[in-house]
Nanobody
Framework: QVTLGESGGGLVQPGGSLRLSCTAS????????MGWYRQAPGKQREMVAV???????NYVDSVKGRFTISRDNAKNTVVLQASSPKAEDTAVYYC???????????????????WGQGTQVTVSS
């Protein structure tokens, strides 16, 4: 019912720019949190950056000062901008969102975690 569509992945040069965008679509009451996780080969998935509906953001230490996360609530979109990507940033990036959806059958709501399909980001010369 809810889909997270990702765009912006691909090959990026070190010191270049990277912009990842994720848009949530479907029947949505609220998007509490949106952000990006990543998983490099042989490593566990880690949070890169998340942002709440009121604009509070958190970053993993390794990207602080280099990555910026923002969101457009009206468009249900979150954007991750990397101003100085490094080879160590190479990973599959997954959009994440904690979303409240309507459950019409019970006239209620349900909050859960949703994930995008993942997009490969490769930082290399």
């Amino acid at each position: 019912q809810v889909t997270l569509g990702e765009s912006g992945g691909g090959l990026v040069q070190p010191g270049g720019s990277l912009r990842l965008s994720c848009t949530a679509s479907g029947s949505i009451v609220n998007i509490n949190t949106m952000g990006w996780y990543r998983q490099a080969p042989g490593k566990q998935r880690e949070m890169v950056a998340v942002i709440t509906s009121d604009g509070s953001a958190n970053y993993v230490d390794s990207v602080k000062g280099r990555f910026t996360i923002s969101r457009d609530n009206a468009k249900n979109t979150v954007v991750l901008q990397a101003s100085s990507p490094k080879a160590e940033d190479t990973a599959v990036y997954y959009c994440y969102a904690r979303i409240t959806i309507p459950i019409s059958s019970i006239k209620g709501e349900l909050t859960g975690d949703y994930w995008g399909q993942g997009t490969q980001v490769t930082v290399s010369s």
